[in-house]
């Protein structure tokens, strides 16, 4: 048949703007005419179609086995008649020529599926490509767009495809406008027929370390290492970091000079409060720090029970606390021991009732 020129110019341009394979596109485009075809032959596991890689020529043709006598003129084709199609070759009994058939209306059928072919082979190439882009930045920050800010799920623009902000997963103190740009840590990508299904977060603790990971170099490089998190969204997180490095400080680094590195995260989470201390192996220095900015007079752990017992000065003992058990809760969850603090006042005192007693939950 003749050729294409133009559906072949257009394909390449397709290719080059869209980083879609010439090939596959050609594919879905043989597949897309066969399909149209077949109701048109009374057998058709041996019809093929064949687009030409350079002219754009498509040539719909059966396969047929060159037998002595015809019984199944579908399949089978006669060793003269197949020399009279084939004047050129060599032809022998068994092997398998192709005989060129014209379907009715062929030209109509294969522009409009040619059409169709391109236009979903290119919505399924951009969706895999969007899919691969973003499985890879699972468990990552990224950068968006609020779209709708009034929605209980809210739509966040990522560029090529929006994600969903659910509402489980937003800070209760957080009010955004539509087109803000905010940072969200990516939850779960899936692959469904109609794209990637993308969820985000704001209240993961694990944003918190990601935006750490931005933004101060030392633990990028993996110098400070973030040893655990303990988070209450839009209120307050604690962070124990340690160092690999004996000649920098572990705390140090992520405030940054005068606060300027946590200070950018607490912006970014819109006031939410951190506390960075040192990261012990020793399980009564870990709970002492933990419980920062309290003092502590004393540590008891039992590592077996993951159980520890925290005395404190009387003026201390409020907020070794915090304000409704936020402190020691998040004490808790940060060295995983459940914490009994207790008054100097009352440290020989065997009154259970007079322990304050938090635990992870």
């Known amino acids: 048949m003749a050729g294409n020129r133009e559906l072949i110019e257009a394909l390449n341009q397709i290719e080059k703007e869209k980083d879609i394979s010439k090939e596959v596109l050609l594919e879905a485009i043989e597949n897309s005419i066969l399909a149209a075809c077949k109701n048109q032959f009374e057998r058709t596991d041996n019809i ?40 050129k070759k060599k032809l022998a009994i068994g092997e398998v020529v192709n005989i060129v058939v014209t379907p009715k209306d062929f030209m109509r059928i294969s522009a409009q599926k040619a059409k169709q072919a391109v236009v979903q082979k290119i919505r399924e190439e951009e969706r895999k490509v ?29 560029g090529r495809t929006d994600a969903i902000l659910p509402k489980s997963e937003q800070i209760a103190t ?32 694990e944003l918190v370390k990601r935006l750490f990971e931005e933004e101060v170099t030392e633990v990028k490089d993996g110098i400070v290492e973030i040893k655990a998190i303990a988070r209450e969204a839009g209120q307050r997180t604690k962070m124990a970091v340690s160092s690999s490095d004996p000649d920098i400080d572990a705390v140090g680094a992520c405030v940054g000079l005068n606060g300027d590195r946590v200070n950018a995260i607490v912006e970014e989470l819109h006031g939410e409060k951190i506390d960075i201390i040192n990261w012990s192996d020793t399980p009564e220095e870990l709970i002492e720090n933990a419980l920062s900015p309290a003092k502590v007079i004393s540590v008891e752990a039992y590592p077996e029970d993951k159980w520890a017992r925290v005395i404190v000065p009387d003026y201390q003992l409020s907020l070794a606390i915090g304000r409704e058990g936020q402190n020691a809760r998040l004490a808790a969850r940060l060295t995983g021991y459940k914490i009994d603090i207790k008054p100097e006042s009352q440290a020989d005192s065997n009154e259970e009732e007079e322990y304050y007693y938090y635990e992870e939950t």
């Open 48 to 87: 093929k179609v064949n687009i030409n890689r350079e002219n754009g020529a498509v040539d719909v043709f059966a396969e047929k086995t060159i037998v002595e006598e015809v019984t199944d003129s579908r399949v089978e084709i006669s060793l003269e008649e197949a020399q009279q199609k084939f004047p």
């Open 130 to 158: 969007i899919y691969n882009q973003f499985i890879s930045r699972e468990h990552d920050v990224v950068t968006g767009v609020v779209q709708r800010a009034n929605e209980v799920n809210i739509p966040i623009n990522l």
């Open 174 to 205: 957080e009010h955004f406008r539509n087109n803000d740009r905010i940072k969200v840590y990516v939850l779960e990508v899936k692959e469904t027929t109609r794209g990637p299904k993308i969820t985000v977060s704001r209240t993961n603790k």
